[in-house]
């Protein structure tokens, strides 16, 4: 086992590809030089190279559409937003280009790209550098999406999602960006759709991931002493969703708390809670509740922007309204 | 002008055939045969054909809404192409795309597109994707008038000039933005002029001489294939047909259609081949009725093939996914 930071998780992810095939590159703003907005790509344009690690104009429809072109010719390029709020620009050929060329076409071209997009609020950046937008992608058919919450998720998630051929979202928490891990020295590839338990509990199933595990978890340890034992269930791949796992809980639990960083109206964590309400609703013996963010754009001020965010204790109370 | 007989004669072989589909299409759509959105060619093939005549077959096109011109021009099959217009198992997209999306990928076509401006973007990406092989292929990028004033276009055209990529950006300047007039949806006659933005070659020519079209495009590609980067090209030409199958056009001048009419390509192609002595009035004759048996047996294809299985609705939209379908 060894250390890294979630951040270095993404980037070992890359790395590994990197060297083991040529057809993988990078691109987008400032990931060059400057290594990313957030570090997550220093020392690689060093390593590979400027025609593997391209610093792009602040043009996101460009940098996204390019993706397309170029996996469509065989490449499987990695371009990186520096904010997933930036999405809205290259919205269109993530949309409309991306998702549908290969049903459109009739199944008869694939389209290998990893999309970077870093993720969340908790950093003072305001409303248009934020957000949690997950729903947007996990609502469009065609695309594929995955959101680790620690470094060794971030390395198999990534490994997974570069050998895909198919357009992968790839959502990363900017908060966890220096969080430190245990990593296993070879990390395996993780498939997509696969769940990880990170705390058995029999009371009570919280359905989370990314960084509202470690919220999940700290209102897992402050319900164990009011004798409530809680099991959190870490999604990691959003699409695809690995119903057995949710279902497999429910059924132990009886009792289901989804939590996650967006806005809740509309949010993905509405649509698992539809997805065990249709099908597994006779195991539930009490609401489907959502911890979401509250339906505002996110606040700058410190004060407000922790109120307007999920927290911890928000979980605890959620979970206690069950009881 | 040195363009040997041989390529004379297929390009206009081209766009006879893009002629004899649009038309039959038209027909199939007013009987009821055919529906959705169909926007046809009629009257800007010189474009396509033009265009495609200094490609090879493994060159890339992006194409348009109006796309069926360059599908046929980069040597897509009427077969599949009908029977995808009649939303059959056997069309080029098994019937999951229609008119707007025609795709084929063996043949570098990588897809008409829905999205007014979409290609301006893919087609910089297959540049890339080119450049970063290191092959000597290029993209030619098909787009409309009103696309060069979405936002996709700077951004294509920067990062290609940037980049330096052999991206072959070909404007089809037929006047009109659906109904409005390029003088009501941009403050510039020539879309060439924007070029000058990039610090890339700019120029327009006439898009209804295919000689002109091929000309000009056979220098953008032998730039490209030197890695000299991408051109613009502007050819202004005109749509004898709505903007789509069923479109009034009441916001034409009147007499306007007729005067492009006078400027139709074919006529104009014909009359240099024969004057030119490169095919005789019987061989033209010939070659007009084999293409009129060609878009027949499209047809016939088309009518003779399955629609597809209901199942398969839920199948294509990942490489390893079938989604889930419903009982009926």
Known sequence: MRELTYGQGIKEGMRIKMLENPDVFIFGEDVGLFGGCFGV?????????????????????????????????????????????????????????????????????????????????????????????????????????????????????????????????????????????QVEDEVKPIPFGKANIKKEGNDVTIITYGKQVYDALKAAEILEKDGIDVEVVDLRSLYPL???????????????????????????????????????????????????????????????????????ADVVQAVKSLF | MKISNENIIEMYEKMVKIRKFENRAMNLFAEGQVGGFVHLYIGEEAVATGACASLREDDYITSTHRGHGHIIAKGGDLKYMMAELFGKETGYCKGKGGSMHIADATKGILGANGIVGAGHNIATGAGLGIQYKGTDQVCACFFGDASTNQSTFHE????????????????????????????????????????VSYNIPGITVDGNDVFAVFEAVQEAVARARKGQGPTLIECKTYRWRGHFEGDPTVYRPEGELEQWKKKDPIPRAEKYILEHNIMTQPEMDKLNEKIDAMVEEAVDFALASKFPDISSAVEDVYTDIVEEGRSR
């Open chain 1, 41 to 181: 790509t220093s020392g690689l344009v060093e390593e590979f190279g400027e025609k593997r690690v391209r610093d792009t104009p602040i043009s996101e429809g460009a940098i996204i559409g390019a993706a397309v072109g170029a996996a469509a010719v065989g490449l499987r390029p990695i371009p990186e937003l520096m904010f997933v709020d930036f999405a809205t620009v290259g919205m269109d050929q993530l949309v409309n280009q991306a998702a549908k060329m290969r049903y459109m076409f009739g199944g008869k071209l694939k389209l290998p790209m990893v999309v970077r997009l870093p993720s969340g609020g908790g950093v003072a950046a305001a409303a248009q550098h934020s957000q949690s937008l997950e729903a947007w992608f996990t609502h469009v058919p065609g695309l594929k999406v995955v959101y680790p919450s620690n470094p060794q998720d971030a390395i198999g998630l990534m490994l997974t999602a570069i050998d895909d051929d198919n357009p992968v979202i790839y959502l990363e928490n900017k908060t966890l960006y220096a969080m430190p891990g």
């Open chain 1, 242 to 312: 690995d119903k057995e796992a949710i279902f497999e809980s429910v059924k132990k639990t009886h009792k289901v708390v989804i939590v996650s960083e967006e806005a809740k109206r509309g949010s993905y964590a509405g649509e698992v809670a539809a997805i065990i309400a249709d099908e597994c609703f006779y195991e539930c013996d009490a609401p489907i509740k959502r911890v979401c963010a509250l339906n505002t754009p996110i606040p700058f001020s410190g004060v407000l922007e922790e109120y307007v965010l999920p927290n911890a």
């Open chain 2, 156 to 195: 294509g055209l920067n990062l290609a000039s940037t980049w330096k990529l052999p991206v072959i950006f070909i404007c089809e300047n037929n006047g009109y933005g659906i109904s409005v007039s390029q003088a009501r949806h941009q403050n510039i006659t020539d879309i060439s002029q924007r070029a």
